[in-house]
């Protein structure tokens, strides 16, 4: 893979500018809380080395943010080998795909979980002003929120996209990691 190497510095950017809403929520909820379960690190994890995060900088990436609630010791013997694991470096020592829309859409997601797909998983009225707080207008998110409460999840994140780049493209979104690369290449341009 020649792929650049993504600093962690710039997720906090590229969180808003360039990731679908089900990793932006998941970075943001890391962000807030210094904390995500089982099922957010997994999605979070492996889409962060899909986009390009190195193993040392995803490692201190998720340390930094942890060890707010926690101390080093505990992060290094319970979540560390999760990490790595996700790179390929532990266990079995597959080296794991990131999860497509399908996979995500299909997960089932609890109380307190915030991994999943948002259109899918989040009540409409969370939804709605989750995008209020990021400044959309009112006719944008509500062409999303239908979109995504008759059941169309991928059109509704394709809808999202072309809200956050200003743009009509009308994309297929069937992968986070496709998202993310379609936006990079719009900054391209
Ligand atoms: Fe993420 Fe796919 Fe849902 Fe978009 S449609 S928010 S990329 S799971």
Not at 4 to 29: G, N, W
Not at 47 to 72: H, P, Q
Not at 126 to 143: R, S, T, W
């Amino acid at each position: 893979d020649t792929k650049a190497a993504v600093p962690i510095e710039t997720l906090d950017s590229l969180s808003s500018k360039s990731f679908p809403l089900c990793m932006r929520q998941l970075h943001e909820h890391l962000r807030t809380a210094h904390h995500l379960k089982h099922g957010g690190r997994l999605q979070y994890g492996l889409f962060l080395k899909g986009i390009g995060v190195t193993l040392e900088d995803s490692l201190r990436f998720w340390r930094e943010e942890f060890t707010k609630i926690m101390d080093l010791d505990k992060f290094e013997k319970q979540y560390a080998y999760n990490v790595r694991y996700n790179y390929g470096k532990e266990g079995s020592k597959k080296n794991y795909s990131p999860f497509n829309c399908l996979k995500i859409i299909s997960n089932t997601v609890g109380p307190g979980d915030c991994h999943g797909c948002p259109f899918k998983h989040s009540d409409a009225n969370v939804l709605k002003n989750k995008m209020k707080g990021y400044g959309f207008e009112l006719q944008a998110i509500n062409d999303v929120v239908d979109l995504a409460k008759r059941g169309h999840y991928q059109i509704a994140c394709s809808k999202y996209f072309d809200v956050v780049h200003n743009s009509s493209m009308g994309l297929g979104i069937n992968h986070p990691n496709q998202y993310f690369e379609e936006s990079q290449k719009l900054k391209g341009e």
